[in-house]
C-alpha cells in the first residue's frame, strides 16, 4: 500500500489542488459574511428552549446551505436581511428579546448591505 501511495502521490496532490480550483470563487466578503451569519443564527439557536434547539439548527443548516453558491453581493445581502427577520420571529414567539439577542446579527446585515 505504501509502494502505491509513493507512486501516486502526484496524482493525489494534483486531483487535490484540482478540486480546490473547480470550486465556486465567491470573492473573499461573500463566504465570511455568510459564515459569520450562520455562526450568529446558531448561537442563537442555543438561547432557544432544549426541544426546540434541533428543529431549529437543522432548519438554519439546510436554508444556509440551499443558499450557499450565490453569484451575487444583491443576492447575499437580501439572505442576510431574511437571516435577521426569521431569527427575530422565532425569538419572539419564544418571547426572548429579539432586538437584544439578535443585534450582532444584525450589524452583519446591515454592515454587508452597506458595502
Given at each position: 500500500?505504501?509502494?502505491?501511495?509513493?507512486?501516486?502521490?502526484?496524482?493525489?496532490?494534483?486531483?487535490?489542488?484540482?478540486?480546490?480550483?473547480?470550486?465556486?470563487?465567491?470573492?473573499?466578503?461573500?463566504?465570511?459574511?455568510?459564515?459569520?451569519?450562520?455562526?450568529?443564527?446558531?448561537?442563537?439557536?442555543?438561547?432557544?428552549?432544549?426541544?426546540?434547539?434541533?428543529?431549529?439548527?437543522?432548519?438554519?443548516?439546510?436554508?444556509?446551505?440551499?443558499?450557499?453558491?450565490?453569484?451575487?453581493?444583491?443576492d447575499?445581502?437580501?439572505?442576510?436581511?431574511?437571516?435577521?427577520?426569521?431569527?427575530?420571529?422565532v425569538?419572539?414567539?419564544?418571547?426572548?428579546?429579539?432586538?437584544?439577542?439578535?443585534?450582532?446579527?444584525?450589524?452583519?446585515?446591515?454592515?454587508?448591505?452597506?458595502?
Amino acid at each position: 500500500m505504501l509502494k502505491f501511495l509513493e507512486k501516486n502521490s502526484a496524482f493525489f496532490s494534483t486531483a487535490s489542488s484540482l478540486t480546490r480550483s473547480a470550486a465556486p470563487s465567491l470573492g473573499a466578503a461573500m463566504p465570511n459574511e455568510g459564515l459569520r451569519a450562520y455562526r450568529e443564527v446558531l448561537r442563537l439557536v442555543r438561547s432557544l428552549p432544549a426541544e426546540t434547539r434541533p428543529y431549529y439548527a437543522k432548519y438554519a443548516r439546510e436554508n444556509f446551505v440551499n443558499y450557499r453558491d450565490l453569484s451575487t453581493d444583491d443576492d447575499l445581502a437580501a439572505l442576510l436581511r431574511r437571516a435577521y427577520t426569521h431569527s427575530t420571529w422565532v425569538l419572539s414567539k419564544y418571547s426572548i428579546d429579539a432586538g437584544k439577542a439578535a443585534a450582532r446579527l444584525k450589524d452583519i446585515s446591515d454592515g454587508y448591505a452597506g458595502q
